[in-house]
């Protein structure tokens, strides 16, 4: 009886938060809400009817906002589920929505979050499909910390052109490596990791991406936030110049953009065709060219 009242108290609650924006609390507010700019967040504006989770300030999954209501209902019945020291009573779990998250749940309340944050780039604005809006897009977000290829889009096995890869130089593992185009090896050069600290699913869509083979981070060279600022290899150190987020292009391909600088990961190519081999990675303003257009491959 006393968890219900606290449920309908916790349910009328969230409902007054709510009230900030017409009834509908956006990505953008909630931002607002937590005292940083909308633009930080760019990367995880939610599609229009969605709003983010926050269970804490760093979710930034989009969920219906009756889904956000019940989250705060579980946040106030914390207290009914948990022991003097934080540590979940017998028959609750951590919920764990993210690294920092020890809120004590049900199982079934567990699996149903866990679901949510796996949906989390069908319901941002910058990754859904552009083709099937509401399909599945588990490359990288559903497994964020394994590795990839990164495939230029547009080159292909055909009249003696050949499939190109993101590629740490000749396999280098000195700061300061150039990425080049180059066809499959199969070597950890042309693997990265799409890196979430903490977590196996992608709670937000900003990635530092690790070179497989150095454990070092594409970084955006000297903090340039200039056309043709190069892309390098270099000690991974946190900053926005290593982190990335994927925005799905008119073409459904994705462009990579630096957090840091807004600019997409770009082939050397002033046509803006396809790449040939062994040009070099860069950041760029974002054109649409064949040469910004990328897949991750499993």
């Known amino acids: 009886m006393y ?13 007054t938060v709510g009230l900030l924006v017409g009834g509908i609390l956006t990505g953008a507010s909630l931002g607002a809400a937590h005292g940083v700019s909308a633009a ?27 889904e956000r209501q019940i989250i705060n209902a579980q946040n106030a019945l914390h207290r009914d589920r948990s022991d003097a020291f ?7 779990v951590k919920r764990r929505a993210v690294p920092r998250d020890f809120v004590c749940v049900t199982e079934a309340e567990r699996v149903a979050v866990r679901k949510q944050t796996e949906r989390a780039p069908i319901n941002w604005q910058a990754t859904y499909s552009r083709v099937y809006p509401d399909s599945y897009v588990p490359f990288p977000f559903a497994y964020a910390n394994r590795d990839y290829k990164l495939r230029s889009a547009y ?19 000195a700061d300061g490596a150039g990425l080049v185009t180059w066809p499959g090896t199969g070597g950890a050069n042309q693997r ?24 070092k981070c594409l970084d955006v060279e000297g903090w340039g936030t200039h056309d043709g600022a190069r892309v390098i290899q270099w000690p991974c150190h946190g900053g926005n110049n290593q982190k990335w987020y994927l925005e799905r292009r008119a073409d459904n391909q994705w462009q990579i953009r630096s957090l840091h ?18 040009t070099r990675l860069q950041q760029w303003t974002c054109l649409g060219g064949q040469n910004q257009a990328w897949q991750v491959i499993n």
């Open 155 to 173: 080159t292909k096995k055909r009249e003696g052109q050949q499939v190109l890869y993101a590629d740490v130089f000749q396999g280098s593992t």
């Open 40 to 66: 930080q967040h760019g990367p995880d504006d939610c599609r229009p009817g969605y709003v983010w989770r926050a269970t804490d300030t760093e979710d930034h999954v989009c969920v219906q906002f009756l």
């Open 192 to 215: 990265f990791t799409f890196r979430r600290p903490g977590n196996d699913l992608a709670y937000q869509n900003i990635f530092e991406i690790v070179a497989a083979h150095s454990g």
């Open 86 to 92: 934080g540590q979940c009573l017998p028959g609750f």
């Open 3 to 15: 968890a219900s009242r606290r449920l309908r108290k916790a349910f009328s609650a969230s409902a």
């Open 261 to 278: 600088s807004g600019k997409c990961l770009d082939a050397h190519n002033p046509a803006l065709t396809a790449p040939p081999q062994g």
